[in-house]
């Protein structure tokens, strides 16, 4: 069970380190003025329908209950530890799993550790306006949800900085609070993490495609030799899973929404279907087509020699490698990397260590295939003959083999004028966020009531009825 009674909630005995608790505690005030300053506008008096965690095991760990969102939590929650773990990949493999930072790869533990933990501020960043515009109490609850547990993901990662690298990784854990999303002096490092999400079909994507992004890089830190980081994001994992839900069914039930508006009206112009309300298809086909390129460059290049030095090491494995079955060393595997040569993509092989960012990458397109063809059914359903498509992998990249290229959605490799010429079509346009925003400019915060632009979901969260009242303003 988790210790709720010291000021930082934990599961590693945080009271017998009285120095790192000092530090945490020194860093704790500052962080909620983060909070304050960034994170979910006028939400401090709120009480929040949220889940806590409460425990680290599989069954049963979260807590349902009101709270206001500065009260809640935060806290430092690692699996427990197996005393028998070995590095399972890497040079190292077959030693025990690294209890203390190995020396010779600091440096980079520290980069990798904060770079994944500066994308969970990033998030509550970039979503700090919408609860002004929500379709309805429980997909208020639900961002906000989301928003809390970022908040938790950024104490995971500052507790390991805190705890494993002294006074750099006290520093690093200090400008985690100074990087702001799409600010030009200091922003935050990864691309996508910069990028706006004006309005809640762009949440819901970003939540479906970029959560799931971290799901993935969480999924092969989890692998790592070294154990404490293995640990904390495993239990990471079960907080993504629930953003990754909230982003899956709230594009469902958008999709589900035009498709019976189409449907009851007998309308398939997009100026039609935009007439009654709702988010035509093909806007939504431009936002996946946005944030599903824009999360595949968050992987890196394509053929990446740190890639490489970070697996050779021990610290970052690929997707679920315990069970693969192959050397875990792949001293002489090859992988395919697709490039661009005049106007033709080609693949050719080359030596898997290299590809590992292709590779997870790859892992993920394959989740997010199925996650696509769910939404499909719902239009099938209706019998709407309108097929939403993955672009191509090469379309509008920014860093790997294709940055600097023009892809088509098809795959095809166009001059910059070409591409140009196309590209309201293949990706939203300041009319076709302008007219999503049009939709929603206000919020919607009688319980059991729902934006016109949105189908209820299925069931509420914790078994409690659609007309909960998820959240009370106060
Ligand atoms: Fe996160
Ligand atoms: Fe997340």
């Known amino acids: ?20 608790q000092r530090a945490l505690e020194h860093w704790q005030p500052a962080f909620l003025g983060w909070w304050f300053d960034m994170g979910p506008t006028e939400s401090r008096s709120y009480d929040v329908y949220l889940r806590t965690a409460v425990s680290v095991e599989p069954d049963g760990w979260a807590q349902f209950g009101y709270v206001k969102m500065p009260e809640y939590r935060w806290g430092i929650f690692l699996q427990p530890r197996d005393e028998q773990r070995q590095v399972n990949f890497g040079t190292h493999k077959g030693q025990p799993a690294w209890q203390e930072v190995p020396g010779e790869y600091r440096s980079i533990l520290r980069r990798i550790i904060v770079t994944q933990g500066d994308t969970e501020p990033a998030s509550v960043e970039q979503q700090k306006m919408l609860g002004l515009s929500c379709p309805s109490l429980y997909d208020l609850r639900n961002i906000f949800q989301v928003n809390v547990e970022e908040g938790r993901h950024l104490w995971a990662m500052v507790y390991l900085l805190h705890r494993y690298f002294g006074r750099d990784g006290r520093e690093e854990a200090e400008a985690l609070l100074e990087r702001r999303s799409g600010d030009t002096d200091n922003p935050r490092i990864l691309g996508a993490f910069n990028e706006p999400t004006p309005d809640w079909l762009a949440f819901y994507m970003f939540t479906f495609f970029t959560d799931r992004d971290g799901k993935f890089q969480l999924c092969a830190l989890a692998e790592s030799g070294f154990d404490p980081l ?5 239990f990471m994992l079960t907080e993504e899973a629930h953003h990754m839900f909230v982003g899956e069914t709230g594009v469902t039930r958008i999709i589900q929404r035009t498709c019976e508006v189409m449907k009851e009206s007998k309308v398939d112009d997009p100026l039609d279907v935009r007439a009654l309300g709702v988010i035509d298809l093909q806007t939504i086909q431009k936002y996946l087509n946005f944030h599903y390129s824009v999360t595949l460059d968050l992987y890196g290049s394509d053929v990446s020699s740190n890639a490489a030095n970070y697996f050779t090491s021990g610290l970052k494995g690929r997707f679920e490698e315990t069970k693969l079955s192959d050397d875990h060393q792949l001293a002489e595997a090859a992988y395919p ?3 661009v040569v005049g106007d033709k993509i080609i ?7 290299t590809a590992l960012n292709e590779r997870l990458r790859d892992d993920y397109i394959r989740e997010i295939e199925s996650g696509i063809s769910r939404w499909q059914r719902v239009i099938d359903k209706v019998g709407i003959p309108l097929r939403l498509t993955l672009p191509h992998k090469g379309f509008h990249r920014a860093i790997g083999n294709f940055a600097g290229h023009f892809i088509s959605p098809d795959g095809e490799v166009l001059t910059k004028e070409a591409w ?19 939709l929603m400019s206000g919020r919607v915060t009688e319980p059991g009531k729902f934006a016109n632009w949105i189908a209820p979901p299925a069931r509420g969260i914790n078994n409690q009825p659609l007309n909960f009242e998820y959240v009370r303003f106060n």
Request: charged share 30%; with cysteine.
């Open 1 to 20: 069970m988790i210790n709720y009674t010291e000021k930082i909630p934990n599961n590693v005995d945080l009271g017998r380190d009285r120095v790192l």
């Open 230 to 234: 293995a640990r904390t994001c495993r």
């Open 337 to 339: 990397v697709s490039e």
């Open 347 to 353: 693949t050719k092989q080359v030596p898997a260590l």
């Open 420 to 438: 140009k010429n196309h590209e309201s079509e293949w990706l939203p346009s300041p009319k076709d966020h302008a007219f999503v925003q049009s």
